[in-house]
């Protein structure tokens, strides 16, 4: 089978685009369009039950919202009395000792006018205090009890052991509890002694009027037929306020409720014959179900089956459709050469491997890979022609500089400047020749770490003399590599780059600019840091692309990675005001300077 599915595509691959085209109309008017408009139809009339679902979810979301803001002000009202202090007090006397008879009057109206502010206020109907002891007011007032009245009541244990310290109770799962009416939504929470917060001194007891949770329950607009299921551990709940449905549906969902508490799930004797858009009604502890069939969920894509079905008709007629079919698959591989000229155009010239065939698309996609080798082998060279005239340039300036003429006129300058005494003049023009020397180096490329190092000395010893000693300048040579040939200039830029724009535009014009060099296997490294003002995150990622006038840290990058390779380079790190660090990765090959070819420094 795969054998002959190779020959079939080895024979498609070789035919010309006009071939295809009108092979592919032949087949196309042949299959069935009744097919594609069945396949069509369900996929839309899936995509049009989720979406209605999720509308539905997002409506009972949105229910949820409103019912939580209705329930918000229990919270307020407990927190209310917990941070009270009148209320702080009468609790904390209650529990310790029995109160005299003004005590009682005043505690009373202490605890009555607290009630009273919050009473009928957004569906409150009643507010409740528990304490511990039994003070004469109790019997006073249907607000106030004993502590002993909520532990009659099972459904109130988790609450009273301190598993708990808030809980939302409907009045129908409150068994023993008289005090609550039927159909009201409790919310009950512990009531701290704010001195020693591990002390529970009482619980109030929030009673709320459940028919604003009903009224925006039943505002959710349904199809007929629809219904909203209200249950917790299986049971319904507001049987008296929900309009009641198909009550052997409604078993059947209790019965097998699904794992997903939230979002849309279905149920029933076959998959997908009735929905369930399931919410949870935070702190109730209530699941609201909005339980309705497939038909309900996809009625706006019936005016699509019927639209779909003349298409059909429609479209059989046309066997011009067939050509958009056989386009996608031609355009499918110009669309690969497309992305190849676009990533081309950005610098990458990739190829395409995986060419067969020989029609017009393959011949033109074998050209534009011979073609983008070209041009990258064109770029490479154009690099390393750029990198030559580089060189180049160096050399010639050096070659600009007659070295013996500049000697001896520093020699005169030295003399001129002992015979009258200027031993400053004369210490920085012996410092100068010295620097030049070892830069020039009698026009040779490579020269060892220890004179690199003394140039940069020398360089250094000059500086501060502008700057009158203000800058410190430190070595630390690893033991055993001072003898390693390396090319020339790579450290003077880097210690330059350091003075101009780490330590001069710090105040003072003070600083310490510190070069180590270590050795890691083949690789040497050499590092310059300084306590500059450092380097922002912009200027650190183009501090390598920045041309200047001199001799810059862009050329010494490109000349290390011409004699060391692309592996080698610079390095920079830094932060603003915490100063920054260069290092210059080598490769140095094993070369020997004779002691004659040393430049003389008397």
């Not at 002891?133 to 109130?156: Q, T």
């Not at 190829?351 to 017009?360: A, L, P, S, Y």
């Amino acid at each position: 089978m795969r054998k002959l599915a190779d020959v079939l595509s080895g024979f498609y691959y070789n035919l010309n685009l006009r071939t295809k085209l009108v092979f592919s109309y032949l087949i196309l008017i042949i299959v069935p369009v009744f097919l594609l408009v069945y396949f069509t139809y369900t996929t839309i009339h899936k995509s049009v039950v989720e979406q209605t679902g999720n509308a539905y979810l997002e409506a009972l979301k949105q229910a949820e919202k409103n019912v939580a803001f209705g329930l918000d002000v229990g919270y307020v009202i407990a927190d209310l009395a917990q941070s009270n202090y009148d209320i702080q007090k009468v609790l904390q006397t209650v529990a310790e000792r029995q109160l005299t008879s003004a005590e009682v009057i005043d505690f009373f109206n202490v605890l009555n006018k607290n009630v009273t502010n919050y009473e009928g206020k957004r569906n409150v109907l009643k507010v409740s205090f528990f304490m511990k002891g039994n003070p004469a007011f109790l019997s006073a007032n249907p607000n106030f009890f004993s502590v002993g009245e909520l532990e009659k009541d099972s459904a109130l244990k988790p609450l009273l052991n301190e598993s708990k310290k808030q809980a939302w109770f409907h009045a129908d799962v409150i068994q023993h509890l008289q005090l609550a009416q039927a159909d009201e939504v409790l919310f009950i929470k512990e009531i701290h002694d704010i001195n020693h917060f591990q002390q529970i001194l009482g619980y109030v007891m929030i009673e709320f009027d459940s028919k604003f949770i009903w009224d925006i329950l039943n505002d959710l607009r349904l199809p007929d037929g629809a219904e909203t299921l209200v249950h917790t551990g299986g049971v319904r709940i507001g049987v008296k306020h929900l309009p009641l449905g198909d009550v052997k549906l409604e078993q059947q969902f209790l019965s097998s409720l699904p794992i997903r508490q939230e979002g849309i799930t279905h149920f029933g004797p076959g998959i997908g014959t009735y929905y369930a858009v399931n919410s949870k009604l935070s702190g109730l502890d209530w699941n609201i179900s909005l339980l309705m069939t497939e038909r309900h969920l996809g009625m706006n894509s019936r005016s699509i089956q019927n639209f779909m079905f003349a298409l059909a008709a429609f479209v059989s007629i046309l066997a011009i459709i067939t050509a958009f079919f056989i386009s996608g698959s031609i355009t499918k591989r110009l669309k690969k050469l497309i992305r190849l000229i676009r990533l081309a155009d950005g610098g990458q010239f990739e190829t395409e491997t995986n060419i067969r065939g020989n029609d017009e698309y393959s011949r033109l996609q074998r050209s534009f890979n011979q073609m983008s080798m070209t041009t990258k082998a064109l770029i490479e060279e154009v690099y390393q022609v750029k990198i030559s005239k580089q060189e180049t340039e160096m050399k010639l300036l050096y070659a600009q500089i007659n070295p013996h003429f500049l000697y001896n006129t520093l020699d005169i300058i030295q003399w001129s400047a002992l015979r009258i005494d200027a031993k400053e003049i004369a210490e920085i023009t012996e410092s100068l020749a010295k620097f030049l020397r070892l830069s020039l180096n009698e026009g040779k490329e490579h020269i060892r770490l220890s004179e690199e190092v003394e140039e940069v000395n020398r360089y250094m010893h000059i500086i501060n003399y502008r700057y009158r000693g203000a800058i410190r300048f430190e070595t630390d040579i690893e033991e055993g590599i001072a003898d390693v040939v390396i090319i020339k200039m790579i450290l003077q830029p880097l210690v330059e780059n350091a003075v101009i724009h780490g330590i001069r535009p710090k105040p003072g014009k003070a600083g310490t600019i510190t070069v180590r060099a270590s050795q890691q296997g083949e690789f040497v490294y050499l590092e310059v840091s300084d306590d500059g003002i450092g380097m922002t995150e912009e200027q650190l990622k183009g501090v390598l692309e920045i041309e200047t006038r001199g001799y810059g840290v862009k050329s010494v990058n490109q000349r290390i990675q011409v004699h060391y390779g692309e592996e080698c380079g610079l390095q920079f790190f830094s932060q603003p005001g915490s100063g920054c660090r260069a290092v210059a990765k080598l490769k140095p090959q094993l070369l020997a300077i004779p002691p004659s070819q040393s430049p003389s420094y008397s």
